[in-house]
């Protein structure tokens, strides 16, 4: 049963470019959670998607949007990069449709975003 | 209002030593009180989690104690062993309709020396 996955595992852009960041959840699962991870501290939530829209935001500018396909599997775009944008991107599943039997949430190993 | 403090930012300890991370909210609709481990260039595994109708869970070595009157939640490391040198995140979350959004702490990193 595979897990979380992210690709690509790293990525270098320049500042000014767009990014797009993919991920497949946890077999069973059908809710993704983006979050990103600057070096040195937690996660911070980005959004969430469910049956394919965007269900919760935290405090990211317009910049940073998502998608969610019919296969649960999502996308998170980023455009006109900063610096600051340089963070471990993180993609976290859970299964959303049966809360009450599976409320943890998995995630995977992450995308390396460095902006140059 | 969605704060989660976590303290200390480090820690080391000598192996068969009991590591105490403790984590502090502010939002009392929160519900839900996870434990992540995360080993570098890796995402962050789950290692344990509580909801607030319980004061205390133990799985294996990892023990959460909650309280709520207090806004309060920690996490012990029972007989610690170098492996589990990592960093440890607490966190919390809410449950609606839309799922699980999480706030994470700051992070502890965690040495346990041979």
């Known amino acids: 049963d595979a897990g979380v996955t992210q690709s690509p595992t790293h990525l270098i852009k320049t500042r000014g470019q767009q990014v797009t960041l993919r991920c497949s959840p946890k077999?069973?699962?059908?809710?993704v959670s983006w979050y990103q991870q600057a070096l040195g501290q937690g996660p911070q939530f980005i959004f969430q998607?469910?049956?394919?829209?965007?269900?919760q935001r935290g405090n990211f500018p317009d910049r940073f949007s998502g998608h969610q396909f019919p296969n649960y599997s999502s996308e998170l775009n980023v455009n006109a990069l900063l610096l600051g944008d340089s963070a471990l991107y993180l993609c976290?599943?859970?299964?959303?449709?049966?809360?009450?039997?599976?409320?943890?949430?998995?995630f995977g190993q992450g995308t390396r975003l460095t902006v140059v | 209002q969605q704060q989660v403090k976590q303290s200390p930012q480090s820690l080391i300890v000598q192996k068969g030593g009991i590591p105490i991370i403790n984590c502090a909210y502010e939002?009392?609709?929160?519900?839900?009180f996870p434990w992540y481990q995360q080993f570098p260039g890796k995402g962050p595994a789950l290692l344990i989690a509580?909801?607030?109708?319980?004061s205390e869970k133990k799985e294996g070595r990892f023990t959460i104690s909650f309280n709520k009157s207090a806004k309060q939640f920690s996490l012990h490391i029972m007989d610690s062993q170098p492996g589990d040198s990592a960093t440890y995140f607490c966190?919390?979350?809410?449950?609606?309709?839309?799922?699980?959004?999480?706030?994470f702490g700051g992070g502890t990193r965690l040495m346990v020396k041979p």
């Open positions: 976290a599943s859970l299964s959303l449709g049966s809360l009450r039997m599976n409320t943890e949430a998995f």
């Open positions: 077999s069973g699962h059908d809710t």
């Open positions: 998607y469910y049956e394919e829209e965007e269900r």
């Open positions: 939002n009392t609709a929160f519900d839900y």
């Open positions: 509580i909801r607030p109708d319980v």
């Open positions: 966190a919390a979350g809410r449950f609606n309709n839309a799922g699980n959004m999480l706030t």
